[in-house]
């Protein structure tokens, strides 16, 4: 599976941005997730969506962020609004073909994409 993410960009605190991750397989089947990793911190967990659809998103997130997908072309979005300057990061979107139960381990994720840099000026 081949991941490509696109969509980052230099923003101001307050806007919105929507990245999208188009796979070369089939993500209504994956577990597919969002995460992101700031300059000298760990890759966190941001957002994920199981194959059933449902989704769910990390607390500093959650209530601005949101997943979805577009079967049909094989891709998913994470819509960001109200982004603040802490949202700067490097975000990669993932791929768990295995479906496991655990979508916020980015252990359990065999594919990833390069990464999209999101800056938020303050």
């Known amino acids: 599976v081949q991941l490509q993410a696109s969509g980052g960009g230099l923003v101001q605190a307050g806007d919105s941005l929507r990245l999208s991750c188009a796979a070369s397989?089939?993500?209504?089947?994956?577990?597919m997730g969002w995460f992101r990793q700031a300059p000298g911190k760990e890759r966190e967990f941001v957002a994920a969506?199981?194959?059933?659809?449902?989704?769910f998103a990390a607390d500093s997130v959650k209530g601005r962020f949101a997943m979805s997908r577009e079967s049909a072309k094989n891709t998913v979005y994470l819509q960001m609004n109200s982004l603040k300057h802490e949202d700067t990061a490097v975000y990669y979107c993932?791929?768990?073909?295995?479906?496991?139960?655990?979508?916020?381990?980015?252990?359990?994720?065999?594919?990833w994409g390069q990464g999209t840099l999101v800056t938020v000026s303050s």
């Open positions: 969506m199981r194959w059933s659809g449902s989704t």
């Open positions: 397989g089939r993500v209504s089947t994956y577990n």
């Open positions: 993932a791929a768990d073909p295995r479906r496991t139960v655990t979508p916020r381990d980015p252990s359990v994720y065999d594919y």
